[in-house]
């Protein structure tokens, strides 16, 4: 088709290059199931180039691929770095649970500023911010696994600093709803996408679990401290200076965002292309991510309908995200039940904004103390699988047995606080019971969420956003009816109608331990996700082999040149 033999030999020559000429740590190599992507794998459209020279341009591809040692591959970034993401991402999810229920504490405050008098109105405020909990972890989640964790994270909670801002200046009420739905888009940044962002990090599942149980640990804190922090504001200042010592604490997060490493594996490989493209000046080394169609229709199709997709089709999202939805529903609905156990001459005890606040306190200390409990049970079954213990080998034992701990001692706090708070009492009671919420809250969210991220792994920002997105959708529609709830049935039933609620959830675990198992193995994304990393694997090895086979040859290569120098030597000294 107009070329000679020689020129053919040529142009294969300037096509390819061997497992030498490229940096440590990446292969090269054509995959054909990839060939059908014409417009990224062509240097001009396959109308005007023959079958032939397309196809040696389809086949002078080079395709790379992270090998076990890269050290541009997140799994094998320094501890130190990894510290870095860590607290980076406990950072910024404490900021969004902080600001979450920071106006509790301030509301009377704000409804007599603004004349608010009906009773379904007062949890507005934090009814709305988690109204946009419900809508951007299904932006965020799938977001960051095309465009990046670091970027999208940084963007949204950015702009959920500059309207935490603006909840401070609010005009109206109306205003001020708007401000925190806003804030509650952008806040949700970090909540979808850490979890994924961890898993990008830590390979090893034992050392994943343990951050991410360190890191919801310790961000539990943040909804319990509010309530005081803001009524000691309220009390003594404004309202306003409840929102702005929430924007204060995020302006001094950013920085920590910005200079977050990205984790992403697929994009950070696409750059590690697009240096060898420019180091090398061959347009042909991409990506495996370069080399699938990501249009405006793939993105909102494909990615953006994946968490969706997840929760109707996966039983494994649809379960966790049930049963994480009523436990954080609850939550957030305590920061309306406890005004009418604790605050106000009409209440069970009659405190003060700032001491009423002080009663979530417990339910901070009751998340840590879960921390204890997650290391006795890693190490228990770090023991049974070092002596071979078959139980131990399912993967559902791993996690779930601390929602099979968390809770029924979720559902006896539920009915501990509903019967100890009435009068004659000690107060210490009912505060008390904060303490086994904590504690059962943490663990069922350790246990379930570390479950999604262990099975779903590349989609987990995904699956972790629609567990997100339905739990917010709980804790919206819950603290709304709080107050027909504590009015009807009073204190004592009102919470246990919530404990029956919740003791129906506590089969979830245990059915997952009995028949997880079958479930993942009848999952279409755990099958993919099983294809993708026998595949990886495999191609690592490729990669090994063809680094081994390269070495080999540069030293008989090095060989054959000292060779040929002595030669060279015997020649001339015999001249």
């Known amino acids: 088709m107009g070329f000679d033999t020689h020129d053919e030999e040529q142009i294969s020559s300037r096509n390819h290059l061997s497992a030498s000429q490229f940096p440590q740590g990446v292969r090269s190599d054509f995959d054909p199931s990839d060939a059908s992507q014409d417009t990224l794998t062509s240097g001009q459209p396959p109308s005007v180039a023959p079958d032939d020279t397309q196809e040696k341009s389809v086949d ?4 790379i691929s992270f090998s076990s040692t890269d050290p541009d591959n997140p799994y094998n970034f320094p501890r130190r770095k990894k510290l870095y993401v860590f607290f980076a991402g406990i950072m910024a999810v404490m900021n969004s649970t902080f600001s979450s229920s920071l106006p509790s504490g301030a509301i009377d405050f704000i409804a007599a500023r603004f004349n608010v008098t009906q009773s379904v109105q007062i949890p507005l405020p934090i009814s709305c911010f988690l109204a946009g909990y419900v809508v951007g972890p299904t932006l965020c989640g799938p977001l960051s ?5 670091q970027r999208v994270m940084l963007i949204f909670f950015s702009t959920a600093t500059v309207f935490s801002m603006a909840c ?3 005009p109206n009420w109306p205003s001020l709803l708007f401000f925190r739905f806003l804030c509650g888009i952008g806040f949700s940044g970090p909540i979808a996408i850490t979890g994924g962002l961890y898993a990008d990090v830590y390979d090893d599942p034992r050392e994943r679990g343990l951050v991410m149980a360190l890191f919801m640990s310790t961000t539990a804190v943040g909804p319990a401290l509010a309530p005081s922090i803001s009524g000691f504001i309220a009390e003594n200042t404004s309202w306003r200076w409840v929102f702005a010592v929430g924007t204060l604490m995020a302006v001094a997060t950013i920085p920590v965002i910005a200079f977050m490493p990205e984790t992403y594996a697929p994009l950070l490989l696409s750059r590690k ?9 061959d347009p042909n080394i991409v990506a495996k991510t370069d080399a699938q169609k990501k249009d405006f229709r793939y993105v909102i199709t494909v990615v953006m309908t994946r968490p969706y997709r997840m929760l109707f089709q996966e039983v494994i999202v649809m379960c966790v995200c049930a049963y994480c939805a009523l436990a954080y529903g609850i939550f957030y609905l305590y920061f309306e ?8 001459p009409d209440s069970v005890y009659g405190w003060s904004y700032g001491l009423a606040g ?8 009751g998340s840590v103390l879960a921390m204890p409990v997650y290391l006795w049970w890693d190490s228990y079954l770090a023991k049974a699988r070092k002596r071979n213990a078959k139980w131990a080998e399912q993967e559902e034992y791993r996690r779930l047995p601390l929602a099979c701990i968390g809770g029924p001692m979720y559902v006896v706090s539920l009915f501990w606080v509903g019967w100890s708070a009435r009068p004659g009492t000690f107060w210490l009671a009912p505060v008390t019971s904060g303490i086994t919420f904590g504690t059962g809250f943490t663990l069922i ?8 991220s262990d099975a779903y792994q590349t989609f987990a920002a995904s699956a972790q956003g629609m567990a997100s997105t339905a739990r917010s959708v709980f804790g919206v529609v819950l603290p709304l009816a709080a107050h027909s709830m504590f009015s009807n049935l009073g204190i004592a039933w009102a919470c246990s109608l919530l404990g029956f609620l919740s003791m129906g959830m506590c089969i979830i675990p245990f059915a997952f331990i009995r028949f997880g198992d079958r479930i993942r193995d009848n999952s279409r994304f755990c099958k993919e996700l099983k294809e993708l990393k026998t595949k990886e694997a495999e191609e ?4 090994e082999e063809e680094q081994r086979v390269a070495a080999e040859r540069r030293q008989e290569d090095e060989k054959g040149y000292g060779r040929g120098e002595t030669e060279l030597e015997k020649i001339s000294d015999r001249a």
């Open 337 to 344: 039940a406890y005004p009418y156990i604790f605050l106000g």
């Open 540 to 543: 690592n090895e490729q990669m």
């Open 358 to 365: 002080l009663a979530f306190i417990p339910i901070g200390v």
């Open 60 to 63: 002078s591809r080079k395709i």
């Open 273 to 281: 292309a697009a240096r060898l493209r420019r180091e090398t000046g």
């Open 145 to 149: 696994e095309n465009n990046g964790r």
């Open 168 to 170: 401070a200046v609010a």
């Open 445 to 452: 969210f350790m246990a379930l969420l570390n479950y999604l």
